[in-house]
């Protein structure tokens, strides 16, 4: 490698201005305040948009298993019993909550399910509504609503290049063996060099806790399927990725040599 890259001692740091208006996009209802509830707690006023938050054609004759497990029956309105559980848990954190039409994979065969192509053009029109500064996507991994969510966001980022965007890790999902380590990989081979960021933010468990436990409906299948408990109980940590060119000099990284 060459080039010095700057500081070392600089590197990893966050400038104060780049978090003026944070956007942190959200697969489904849970997802941000699982993966980055201190950072939104830590600064009021972010707004958390989920992109899988609009009403399907039609809901299934037998609710899915996720939906079972939560506690509804046939005949429902699980989107809007969670729409009112995302509302308590931005209240808790001091967010905005922000909700894009798209159905969650669950409730659409394969076909009519959206695609990054699909869901880029309203993703980035609700970030230029809301006047970002920086963008959280997910990091994508595991579940196929996550890889659109975050597919999308690397689409619109190729748009909006003036804005810091971060990747926040899956917490359902990071600790899936390979899976967080493939993800990262394919980030630098595509030359979006992620790098673990120092983002300013405050700990705050039992606030974050209140948060996701508004989900209400999700906590039986996240405990069952996540180990939510555990979870709670170790205090796994948030950890956010910078997506943004490395030193000049260091591009061979990309080819792992």
């Known amino acids: 490698m060459t080039g010095d890259g700057g500081s070392q001692w600089n590197w990893g740091l966050v400038e104060p201005g780049e978090l003026a208006r944070i956007v942190v996009v959200s697969p489904h209802f849970d997802d941000a305040a699982m993966g980055a509830g201190h950072v939104i707690a830590s600064h009021p006023g972010t707004a958390v948009l989920t992109v899988f938050a609009g009403r399907p054609p039609a809901y299934p004759p037998v609710p899915s298993e996720w939906d079972a497990a939560g506690g509804f029956g046939p005949g429902d309105d699980v989107v809007a019993v969670r729409r009112q559980e995302d509302l308590h848990a931005m209240a808790v954190l001091g967010a905005e909550a922000v909700w894009l039409d798209f159905s969650d994979h669950q409730y659409l065969a394969p076909a009519d399910r959206?695609?990054?192509?699909?869901?880029?053009?309203?993703?980035?029109?609700?970030?230029r509504g809301a006047g970002a500064t920086a963008v959280f996507l997910p990091m994508g991994l595991g579940n196929p609503d996550h890889v659109v969510a975050h597919e999308a966001g690397l689409l619109v980022r190729e748009r909006m290049g003036d804005l810091a965007w971060f990747c926040y890790e899956d917490q359902g999902y990071k600790h899936i063996p390979g899976l967080l380590a493939w993800r990262v990989g394919t980030l630098l081979r595509a030359l979006r060099w992620p790098t673990p960021a120092i983002v300013p933010h405050g700990v705050d468990e039992e606030r974050k806790w209140k948060a996701i436990y508004a989900y209400r409906s999700?906590?039986?299948?996240?405990?069952?399927?996540?180990?939510l408990r555990e979870r709670r109980a170790h205090h796994v940590p948030e950890q956010f990725w910078r997506l943004a060119p490395p030193p000049p000099g260091w591009e061979r990284l990309a080819r792992f040599e």
């Open 218 to 227: 999700q906590i039986p299948p996240l405990e069952h399927q996540h180990v």
């Open 114 to 127: 959206p695609t990054p192509d699909d869901v880029a053009p309203a993703l980035e029109s609700a970030l």
